[in-house]
Every structure is written in C-alpha cells, then in structure tokens.
C-alpha cells in the first residue's frame, strides 16, 4: 500500500513538471511574440499614424480608416448580440418546454461555436448583403459578426441562468411576483455578470476576425471613414492583413504598429467590460 502511494505521488510530481514546462513554453512564445509587436509596432506608432489614411508609401501609411470602421462595427455589433444572446437564453431556460426538440435547439447552438469563422462570411454575404441588399455595409458587417458569436453568448448566459439559485427565484415567488418579474428583477440581475463575460469573449473574438469581412466583402484599401451605417467601410485587421501582403519591407512596421493599436483596443474594451462585471458584482 506504501508503494503504490509513493509510485502515485511520484507520478503527481512527474505530471507536475510536465505541464509546467509546456506552461512554460506557451509563456515565452507568448512573451516573445509581443515583445516583437511592441519593438516593431512603437517605432511608426505616433499621434499622426491614427490620423492617416492608408497609402503607397509605408511612411505616409495610416489606419485612420481601419479604427473607425473597427469602432462603427463592434460598436454596433456588441448591443445586437448582447440583446439577442441574452433573450434567446431566457426562453430558452426559463420558458421553452422541456423536451427534445428545445434539447435538439440547445445541442445544436453549442455545436454552432465550432463552426469556421469563413462559414459566417458566407452567410452574411448571401443573407445580409446580397438577399437583404444592405451591400457592404457596416450594418452588414455588424450582422455578419454578431451571429458569429452568438453562440459563445447565448451559451454563457444560458449557463449564467443556470447558477442562479433557486432560493431567489422561490423568495421571489413567495413575495407574489409572477414569473417574468422573477426573471426580470432577480435571475437576470444576479447572473448579469456572467453574461457580460460571456460579452466579452464574444468582443475578444470578433475584433480580431478577418476572413467573414473579406468574405462579405470588405475593402482592404479605404481613403475615407464610414458616416453611418450603411457606408461600405474597413476594419483594422483587414488593414493589417492588406499591409502584411504587400512586397515592401517597411509595411511590416506599419502592421507591426497596427497590430500594437490593435492589441491595446482590445485590452480597453476587456478592461471595460471587467469594470462593469465587477460593478454589477459587487450589487
């Protein structure tokens, strides 16, 4: 019996290091991968790069068009997928009937999370931009986005439902209120913050996509920034990945610094979104 417990412990141990070495090396690689981004993208990045338009020449180049368009998209994107997400859960939880077909529906949102992003550009392409003739527009773009992640959101906040105690929901009911006033004033509240996380992995992934967008059509070279909705428009990894393809060497700075822009909107909008998890938390 000793000997067995020594030989588990010592296999604990073995494991151990294992994982911290491949621990280890996702560190460093991560590590140097934006150390690269930092000393390459700081050397163009000035007050003037965000100010620019793109252009022949990598020194004049700019990603003015690109962030504008990135804040019209996600901008738009975040309070239809929050919304939809979000009601989309609620019934599925708290009103649908329990039986295979809402099992079947359920089963089949998770297993939509998995599908290729470039699945979605096509859809988007037939659906919104050429069904609907929105064109390639922001809305279109938005669209396209949002029922990229809604299954990543749909799926927090049905789990996020799931958590909350019944305790609430029967202290609820024995104070008189009905079932949506339930759902309304105390379910949703308490697993508000859960949701919002689940916002903001949706938020992380869907800043960064680029194959939907080119899918849909998006421009890779724009002089001009979107006015409204229905404008056609870019986005910031488009422009990176338009930048990385083209033969002078110098255009690998400027996407060096449009990546570097890229990371730190991206840092801001998961830094906001903590805030408000947190507040909401804390109530």
């Known amino acids: 019996m000793a000997d067995l417990k020594k030989k588990r412990m010592r296999t604990d141990k073995i494991f151990k290091y294992v994982f911290l070495v491949f ?3 996702g560190l460093i690689v991560l590590a140097a991968l934006i150390y690269d981004i930092v000393s390459k993208g700081t050397i163009m990045l000035d007050w003037e790069f965000f100010t620019r338009f793109d252009s022949r020449f990598p020194e004049k180049a700019g990603i003015k068009a690109g962030l504008y368009g990135t804040i019209y998209v996600i901008g738009l994107m ?13 019934y599925l939880e708290e009103y649908a009937p329990k039986n295979k077909l809402t099992d079947l529906i359920k089963l089949n949102i998770a297993n939509l999370a998995g599908i290729p992003s470039i699945i979605y550009g096509m859809l988007g392409l037939g659906v919104f931009v050429r069904y609907l003739n929105m ?3 922001v809305l279109a773009g938005a669209l ?3 029922l990229l992640v809604l299954p990543v959101v749909i799926v927090s906040a049905q789990e996020a439902l799931k958590g909350v105690p019944d305790s609430l929901r029967n202290a609820s009911y024995a104070l008189g209120a009905n079932h949506w006033h339930t759902v309304y004033k105390v379910v949703l509240p308490s697993a508000l913050p859960s949701i919002i996380t689940g916002l903001i992995l949706a938020v992380s992934r869907a800043i960064g996509e680029t194959a939907p967008l080119i899918m849909m059509g998006a421009l890779t070279f724009v002089m001009f920034t979107p006015q409204g909705i229905m404008d ?13 393809s083209l033969p002078k060497v110098e255009y ?11 990371l730190i909107l991206l840092f801001i909008l ?3 979104a903590t805030f408000i998890r947190y507040k909401y938390s804390r109530k």
């Not at 997928?81 to 979000?86: A, D, E, Q, S």
């Not at 056609?232 to 990385?244: A, D, G, Y």
């Not at 690998?252 to 890229?262: D, F, K, N, W």
């Open 23 to 25: 621990i280890s090396l």
């Open 78 to 90: 975040i309070p239809i997928t929050f919304f939809v997400g979000t009601a989309t859960a609620i």
């Open 135 to 137: 064109g390639r527009s």
């Open 144 to 146: 396209t986005l949002s």
């Open 232 to 244: 056609s428009f870019t986005v910031m990894p488009i422009q990176i990945f338009n930048w990385t």
């Open 252 to 262: 690998e700075l400027v996407a060096a610094s449009g990546s570097l822009l890229l």
């Open 270 to 272: 998961n830094g906001l």
